[in-house]
């Protein structure tokens, strides 16, 4: 049963255009993203990875937005988007190499834990300065536009990179040159300890858009539905020609900005509380129970069966040794010079 105090948006579709598959899925992925960052956060505490930044809480932002593409599209995330990647294929053990940053590494341990980068499934890299990857995500839509591909990009920020630079160059240029793309920005109510209304006077993020012809739009973040909607509707305009758009999705983090920060300097425990009763991941799961797609039965094998997996990957990952010395130069020169290759004879490299 539904709580009273956990109304789905107004907008939603009668009926979800997603197949009861595609719901359960998208529903196990979020847990997935829940119960796998509840594992990196301890393993930080631990002290066997390094800093973390928590996506719980954003679980429907960034799930339900992969669920409104297509998989060709090509993603731009920001460094909280770790239920965009499961979303997007990505394994707990892949991510779990990179927490680790052991030989398995796709990124040879470089770079902080949640800087991602997987080419394969069209993720591409980011880096530590906030909406960085805006800009590359506009360009990249042009050259495939230029190039008559239909695909179209997404870029994820949060509403604090709203106030960088980056962010207006970017959704000018997207809007003069009618990018395919698609801004998706988690509004979690805090830059580190800055509350978004010392973020902006704008009313909300999403009218930022009408600045630079753009539409924008703001959707209640916390409901996969309305979330899947809003980036399904922005990309068929955009594959369409007809410009990008920003989805603002109200949302909220539950753990502190990074596991370096201790929130309780910035916000109350009722706040977070009052946050937590429109859970993203009851939420869907108990439209999915009136849908008929969950009963207890299946979710408590969901539940333990996702569990499983999660242990299952840490202990296939957690003892591997970390990169080689001799990856240190590797992809960084077409010819090594003179004096690496001395060093990289050094430690036994070729
Ligand atoms: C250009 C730049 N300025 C400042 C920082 C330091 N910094 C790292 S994360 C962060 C907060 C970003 O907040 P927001 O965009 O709302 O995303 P959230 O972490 O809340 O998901 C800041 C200021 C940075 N990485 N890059």
Redesign the pocket.
């Known amino acids: 049963m539904m709580e009273k105090n956990l109304t789905d948006s107004a907008r939603l579709p009668k009926k979800s255009p997603l197949a009861k598959e595609e719901l359960f899925s998208a529903y196990r992925t979020m847990l997935l993203t829940r119960l796998l960052d509840q594992k990196a956060l301890s393993l930080h505490n631990q002290g066997k990875i390094g800093s973390y ?1 928590s996506s719980a809480g ?1 679980e429907a932002a960034q799930v339900g937005s992969v669920y409104g593409l297509q998989s060709r599209d090509y993603i731009f995330p ?3 988007d770790q239920g965009v990647l499961l979303a997007r294929g990505i394994t707990p053990e892949q991510l779990l190499n990179r927490y680790f940053g052991n030989a398995s590494d796709e990124m040879k341990g470089r770079d902080l834990p949640n800087l991602y980068s997987f080419r394969e499934q069209r993720i591409f890299s980011n880096s ?5 990857n805006l800009q590359i995500s506009v360009g990249f839509a042009m050259a495939a536009k230029m190039q008559k591909e239909d695909v179209v990009t997404i870029a994820y ?8 630079g ?1 962010f207006h160059v970017a959704l000018n240029f997207a809007g003069v040159f009618k990018a395919p793309c698609i801004f998706v920005c ?7 300890s ?1 509350p ?1 209304k010392r ?1 902006t006077a704008s009313e909300n993020i999403s009218v930022k858009a009408q600045a630079y012809g753009l539409a924008g739009e703001t959707v209640d973040g916390n409901d996969f539905f309305a979330v899947q909607t809003a980036v399904a509707a922005a990309r068929e305009k955009a594959s369409k020609g007809m410009g990008a758009t920003l989805v603002e999705c109200i949302t909220y ?1 539950y753990s502190p ?2 596991s370096a920060d201790d929130w309780k300097k910035y916000r109350s425990s009722e706040e977070v509380e009052e946050w937590k009763k429109k859970d993203p991941l009851i939420r869907f799961k108990n439209r999915l129970f009136e849908m008929s797609i969950l009963s207890k039965e299946v979710e408590k094998k969901l539940f333990d069966g996702v569990q499983d997996q999660i242990n299952s990957a840490v202990r296939s990952t957690e003892n591997i040794p970390p990169p080689s010395e001799e990856t240190l130069i590797e992809d960084v020169y077409a010819e090594i010079p003179k004096n690496l290759k001395k060093e990289s004879l050094a430690f036994g490299g070729t």
Not at 157 to 164: D, M, N, P, R, V
Not at 186 to 192: G, M, R
């Open positions: 930044t954003q920001y460094y909280r530590a300065p906030i909406a960085s920020l949060g509403e604090g990179a709203t106030s960088s980056e988690e509004n979690n109510q805090y830059a580190i800055v978004v973020q983090r900005h990074s």
